[in-house]
């Protein structure tokens, strides 16, 4: 939208809802008729100084109100995932020193080309017999944590992540928590799970890949984590009766998780089984089965977006 003022021409700059999660819709920017994008510019035309130093300071303003509003917002939401995980009543003094944690990584890095050791199931969990979870990028494992609290002797809960600085915190918490069904591992899923899978005594009961990097460009789509091979080890080692639960708020990501199950003979969907788990007119889950939400999740939900999920059962 524009209009004239003055000799200046107005223009409101409205900017994408994907560009921008927070902040300011629109923002004001004056320029002299001579450079509105509506009338063509002379080749001796140009910005005087001053009028160049406004636009500037102009955009620079509305930045700064973007950047206040986001980090606002932010705050907000880190205040609401406090609060759905308040029963945990996790410290935050833990003695890490201030490093701080990376969001993305490449997983098809060297130094991520390693398969992690298996543990000693015996030395990790109290009865290693129980049926496991595996969440395949637990995160901070908050997640996890209080599903591991809720049912402490019905389940074991294997997080494997991909950032070691994450795994140790989440090592620290559950030993202030005390909990004996519950185990962290630094690892690179679509390297690690099948073995160590393979190697655990009990049933694999429900595997979950919750919000997982996007990796948005096309050249990237071989590094996220679920690829062909990983979809085999998961529904080869899943246990009759087992479950995958995957859920993204990056659409494409969720189709794509979506696809490759949905091509899996072996499984079937949840609402294929059960006439009650309800799901929207393209097949997404209406509801979090868990019980409780994710960290990205209430980050997304509270920022607008939408959660899409997918819930498979072994035949």
Same mark, same amino acid.
């Given at each position: 939208?524009?209009?004239?003022?003055?000799?200046?021409?107005?223009?409101?700059?409205?900017?994408?809802?994907?560009?921008?999660?927070?902040?300011?819709?629109?923002?004001?920017?004056?320029?002299?008729?001579?450079? +509105?994008?509506?009338?063509?510019?002379? #080749? #001796?035309?140009? =910005?005087?100084?001053?009028?160049?130093?406004?636009?500037? +300071? #102009?955009?620079?303003?509305?930045?700064?109100?973007?950047?206040?509003?986001?980090?606002? +917002?932010?705050?907000?939401?880190?205040?609401?995932?406090?609060?759905?995980?308040?029963?945990?009543?996790?410290?935050?003094?833990?003695?890490?020193?201030?490093?701080? /944690?990376?969001?993305?990584?490449?997983?098809? %890095?060297?130094?991520?080309?390693?398969?992690?050791?298996?543990?000693?199931?015996?030395?990790?969990?109290? !009865?290693?017999?129980?049926?496991?979870?595996?969440? /395949?990028?637990?995160?901070?494992?908050?997640?996890?944590?209080?599903?591991?609290?809720?049912?402490?002797?019905?389940?074991?809960?294997?997080? =494997?992540?991909?950032?070691?600085?994450?795994?140790?915190?989440?090592?620290?918490?559950?030993?202030?928590?005390? $909990?004996?069904?519950?185990?962290?591992?630094?690892?690179?899923?679509?390297? %690690?799970?099948?073995?160590?899978?393979?190697?655990?005594?009990?049933?694999?009961?429900?595997?979950? /890949?919750?919000?997982? !990097?996007?990796?948005?460009?096309?050249?990237?789509?071989?590094?996220?984590? =679920?690829?062909?091979?990983?979809?085999?080890?998961?529904?080869?080692?899943?246990?009759?009766?087992?479950?995958?639960?995957?859920?993204?708020?990056?659409?494409?990501?969720?189709?794509?998780?979506?696809?490759?199950?949905?091509?899996? !003979?072996?499984?079937?969907?949840?609402?294929?089984?059960?006439?009650?788990?309800?799901?929207? #007119?393209?097949?997404?889950? $209406?509801?979090?089965?868990?019980?409780?939400?994710?960290?990205?999740? &209430?980050?997304?939900?509270?920022?607008?977006?939408? &959660?899409?999920?997918?819930?498979?059962?072994?035949?």
């Amino acid at each position: 939208m524009s209009y004239c003022c003055g000799g200046w021409r107005v223009l409101q700059i409205h900017r994408s809802h994907k560009k921008l999660v927070y902040g300011i819709d629109t923002a004001l920017v004056m320029l002299p008729l001579s450079l +509105s994008p509506f009338r063509p510019l002379s #080749s #001796s035309s140009s =910005l005087p100084f001053s009028s160049n130093t406004h636009l500037s +300071s #102009s955009i620079s303003q509305v930045t700064a109100e973007q950047d206040q509003h986001q980090q606002n +917002s932010r705050r907000k939401s880190s205040q609401l995932v406090a609060l759905e995980y308040a029963e945990l009543n996790l410290s935050n003094n833990l003695d890490m020193g201030h490093v701080r /944690i990376r969001q993305h990584v490449n997983p098809l %890095s060297s130094s991520f080309s390693t398969p992690a050791q298996v543990p000693d199931w015996n030395q990790v969990f109290a !009865d290693p017999a129980l049926p496991l979870m595996v969440d /395949i990028g637990c995160g901070s494992g908050r997640f996890l944590m209080w599903l591991a609290k809720r049912t402490p002797k019905v389940r074991n809960y294997l997080g =494997l992540e991909i950032r070691q600085r994450m795994v140790k915190r989440a090592e620290l918490w559950v030993k202030d928590l005390a $909990l004996d069904n519950i185990h962290f591992l630094f690892a690179n899923a679509p390297i %690690s799970f099948k073995q160590l899978v393979e190697s655990y005594p009990g049933p694999l009961q429900l595997v979950s /890949i919750l919000c997982p !990097d996007p990796h948005f460009k096309k050249k990237h789509h071989k590094r996220r984590v =679920l690829q062909k091979p990983l979809v085999g080890a998961i529904v080869d080692n899943l246990s009759p009766g087992g479950q995958v639960f995957v859920q993204s708020d990056v659409v494409e990501v969720a189709l794509d998780m979506k696809n490759q199950f949905d091509e899996v !003979d072996a499984l079937s969907h949840i609402d294929a089984l059960n006439s009650d788990i309800l799901c929207d #007119s393209e097949g997404w889950l $209406l509801s979090n089965p868990m019980g409780i939400r994710t960290e990205r999740e &209430i980050h997304a939900e509270f920022e607008g977006g939408k &959660i899409y999920r997918r819930l498979y059962e072994k035949k």
